[in-house]
C-alpha cells in the first residue's frame, strides 16, 4: 500500500492525558498536511511542513499541540493535557507540490473521556 | 481570512443531475478541488480545475468555475445511490482549505 498511513486509527484517552499520532505520507512527497475534522464539518486546517520545515500553523493549533516531522519524512502529531473538545478525527495528507493534488490518510479518530 | 462556503444538503432523484455549489474568497487560489467522503470513510478527489480554466468534464463529473464571482460548481449527471455521500470544495494557494461539504442524497 504506497497511500498515507496514518497510526493508530482510533484512541480513546482519558483528559488530561497525552496522546501522539503518527502519519506516514507518500514517499517523496515533501508536503505534509495535518488536519483536524469534527462530526458536520469541514477538515480544519492545523499546520503543514515543507519536508523537515514547518512552514505554517493555523491558530486552532494551541501550544497544548506540537507536530514535527524530524527528517522530512514521517509526521507526529501531539496533543498534550488533553481535553474533550479535542475529540474529533485527525487527517494526514501529503503532496509532491504545494499545487499537487493532495492524498489524506484514513485518519486518527481521538475520543477525550 | 480564507473562507469556502457551500450548501449544507441537497436531495435528488436517481437518475436526475445534481447540482453543488461553492464560493471562495481568496482570489489568489490557484486550483479548487472537489472531494468526496462516504460514512465512515476518508477523503476521495473527485476532480480539480485549475484557476485559469472555466470548465472541465470528466465523466460524469462536470465542474464550472466562475472565477470573477468565486464561484465553483459540480454537476454529476445521472446520480446514482452510490453517489450518496458528502462534497467538499477546497480551494488552495499553499493549503487547501475546505468548505462545510454539502451532504447529498440520493433517493430513488
Known amino acids: 500500500d504506497t497511500g498515507v498511513s496514518q497510526d493508530p486509527r482510533h484512541k480513546i484517552t482519558k483528559r488530561g492525558q497525552n496522546v501522539t499520532f503518527r502519519c506516514d505520507p507518500i514517499?517523496?512527497?515533501?508536503?505534509l498536511y495535518w488536519y483536524r475534522q469534527t462530526l458536520g464539518q469541514g477538515p480544519e486546517f492545523l499546520t503543514y511542513?515543507?519536508?523537515?520545515?514547518?512552514?505554517?500553523k493555523s491558530r486552532l493549533l494551541s501550544d497544548r499541540f506540537s507536530a514535527e516531522r524530524p527528517k522530512g519524512s514521517f509526521s507526529t502529531l501531539e496533543i498534550q493535557r488533553t481535553e474533550q473538545g479535542d475529540s474529533a478525527m485527525y487527517l494526514c495528507a501529503s503532496s509532491h507540490s504545494p499545487t499537487a493534488e493532495a492524498f489524506f490518510g484514513q485518519g486518527t479518530r481521538l475520543t477525550v473521556v | 481570512g480564507e473562507d469556502v462556503e457551500q450548501s449544507l444538503f441537497l436531495s435528488v432523484r436517481e437518475g436526475d443531475s445534481s447540482v453543488i455549489n461553492c464560493t471562495y474568497t481568496d482570489s489568489s487560489s490557484t486550483y479548487l478541488y472537489w472531494y468526496k467522503q462516504e460514512p465512515g470513510a476518508g477523503l476521495q478527489l473527485l476532480t480539480y480545475?485549475?484557476?485559469?480554466?472555466d470548465m472541465k468534464q470528466d465523466q460524469r463529473l462536470t465542474v464550472l468555475l466562475n472565477k470573477k464571482d468565486k464561484h465553483l460548481s459540480l454537476r454529476i449527471a445521472d446520480t446514482q445511490t452510490g453517489d450518496s455521500a458528502i462534497y467538499f470544495c477546497?480551494?488552495?494557494?499553499?493549503?487547501?482549505?475546505f468548505g462545510t461539504g454539502t451532504r447529498l442524497q440520493v433517493f430513488p
Open positions: 477546497a480551494s488552495t494557494t499553499d493549503k487547501l482549505i
Open positions: 480545475i485549475f484557476s485559469n480554466m
Open positions: 511542513f515543507q519536508n523537515e520545515a514547518q512552514l505554517e
Open positions: 514517499s517523496e512527497h515533501n508536503r
